[in-house]
């Protein structure tokens, strides 16, 4: 986490503290809410000789399979030979991998409709697209470099592709821009919006990224501790706060929303535990919780990114832990 002034801390606090849904009557509903889930780990068969770095993303592919994305060893995958891309099938059995050198931090995740896995590099300030199989078909950016010109980006953090092919990237991890740009499926600049700051529309490390049934554009804006809801030309719709400190984001096709939560518990967000919160990407009802294991750390612990499922299950990508936990619906 970020070190911030006093200043910015009181600032911060009026967004990230008890805007909650309205459908809520708990004293504390961001950490009093029903756990319908089992936790289980370890999860999946890993290859040989291959242990878990710090996991940043996992989702369902449409093949049915599990993709999860690392940072191979801790934190980083320079000079290290572990693939970060790993599939495995629904049931845990190891499928393939890929990725041994290609990048330096593995940050934002998505399959597309079609198949394509998607990853962006906050390091490397790439966005790279491939096949189900690990083929590269496209690479976004300019490698090293970065900024805020219309073929450059800084800190990519997620990347999601529209049905219409279009293509969404946010940018701003820590200093630099806070931007969400707006791309052709062919990566032709369309538009770009967002500044650094606390107002509608503007971000404080931009960190996640989704679309619900609609085509609106969930943002997890995490610094600022709160989900903003935009049209795909940018125009601001809503925002919540009653999700917590928002690291990653999955929507499910019944538009139900999962936020990975992994930074609350300390001076941005005191008292609201980490975990992973389920509600309604309609209307932002509160329905579930799933607490993580170290829900009232100071550090920065939990999953930092989630996925769910076509059965309900939810995986949780543990960064600080180096894990990938399934949480099983009952």
Same mark, same amino acid.
């Given at each position: 986490?970020?070190?911030? $002034?006093?200043?910015?801390?009181?600032?911060?606090?009026?967004?990230?503290?008890? /805007?909650?849904?309205?459908?809520?009557?708990?004293?504390?509903?961001?950490?009093?809410?029903?756990?319908?889930? =089992? @936790?289980?780990?370890?999860?999946?068969? +890993?290859?040989?000789?291959?242990?878990?770095?710090?996991?940043?993303?996992?989702?369902?592919?449409?093949?049915?399979?599990?993709?999860?994305?690392?940072? !191979?060893?801790?934190?980083? !995958?320079?000079?290290?030979?572990?693939?970060?891309?790993?599939?495995?099938?629904? $049931?845990?059995?190891?499928?393939?991998?890929?990725?041994?050198? +290609?990048?330096?931090?593995?940050?934002?995740?998505?399959?597309?409709?079609?198949?394509?896995? %998607?990853?962006?590099?906050? @390091?490397?300030?790439?966005?790279?697209?491939?096949?189900?199989?690990?083929?590269?078909?496209?690479?976004?950016?300019?490698?090293?470099?970065?900024?805020?010109?219309?073929?450059?980006?800084?800190?990519?953090?997620?990347?999601?592709?529209?049905?219409?092919?279009?293509?969404?990237?946010?940018?701003?991890?820590? +200093?630099?821009?806070?931007?969400?740009?707006?791309?052709?499926?062919?990566?032709?600049?369309?538009?770009? %919006?967002?500044?650094?700051?606390?107002? =509608?529309?503007?971000?404080?490390?931009?960190?996640?990224?989704? +679309?619900?049934? /609609?085509?609106r554009l969930f943002i997890g804006d995490r610094n600022n501790g709160r989900v903003q809801i935009f049209d795909q030309e940018g125009n601001f719709l809503d925002q919540w706060s009653q999700f917590g400190r928002p690291s990653g984001l999955a929507i499910s096709a019944d538009d139900m929303l999962y936020v990975a939560d992994n930074e609350s518990f300390g001076p941005l967000n005191p008292g609201v535990e980490k975990g992973i919160r389920v509600g309604s990407a309609k209307d932002g009802t509160l329905h579930y919780f799933i607490k993580d294991l170290e829900a009232t750390s100071l550090e920065a612990a939990g999953a930092e990114g989630v996925g769910v499922d076509s059965?309900?299950?939810?995986?949780?990508?543990?960064? @600080?832990?180096?894990?990938?936990? @399934?949480?099983?619906?009952?």
């Amino acid at each position: 986490m970020k070190t911030i $002034s006093i200043f910015r801390l009181m600032v911060l606090l009026p967004i990230t503290g008890w /805007q909650v849904s309205t459908a809520q009557d708990s004293a504390n509903p961001l950490n009093d809410l029903p756990n319908p889930y =089992e @936790r289980i780990f370890p999860w999946a068969e +890993m290859p040989d000789g291959l242990a878990w770095g710090q996991v940043i993303g996992v989702e369902q592919g449409p093949d049915g399979n599990i993709y999860a994305f690392h940072r !191979c060893f801790e934190n980083l !995958c320079v000079d290290r030979d572990e693939p970060p891309i790993l599939v495995f099938t629904i $049931s845990g059995e190891f499928v393939r991998s890929w990725g041994e050198g +290609m990048f330096i931090r593995p940050h934002g995740f998505h399959i597309d409709a079609a198949g394509n896995v %998607w990853t962006t590099d906050d @390091r490397a300030h790439v966005v790279y697209k491939f096949d189900a199989n690990g083929t590269l078909l496209m690479t976004l950016g300019k490698k090293g470099i970065r900024g805020q010109g219309p073929d450059i980006f800084d800190q990519p953090t997620d990347v999601f592709v529209a049905p219409d092919g279009n293509i969404f990237v946010t940018n701003g991890h820590g +200093m630099g821009a806070n931007r969400v740009m707006k791309l052709t499926s062919d990566g032709e600049f369309i538009k770009a %919006w967002g500044s650094t700051g606390s107002g =509608e529309g503007q971000f404080d490390i931009p960190h996640a990224l989704e +679309m619900d049934s /609609q085509g609106r554009l969930f943002i997890g804006d995490r610094n600022n501790g709160r989900v903003q809801i935009f049209d795909q030309e940018g125009n601001f719709l809503d925002q919540w706060s009653q999700f917590g400190r928002p690291s990653g984001l999955a929507i499910s096709a019944d538009d139900m929303l999962y936020v990975a939560d992994n930074e609350s518990f300390g001076p941005l967000n005191p008292g609201v535990e980490k975990g992973i919160r389920v509600g309604s990407a309609k209307d932002g009802t509160l329905h579930y919780f799933i607490k993580d294991l170290e829900a009232t750390s100071l550090e920065a612990a939990g999953a930092e990114g989630v996925g769910v499922d076509s059965e309900g299950n939810v995986y949780g990508a543990v960064v @600080r832990r180096m894990m990938l936990e @399934r949480h099983e619906r009952h």
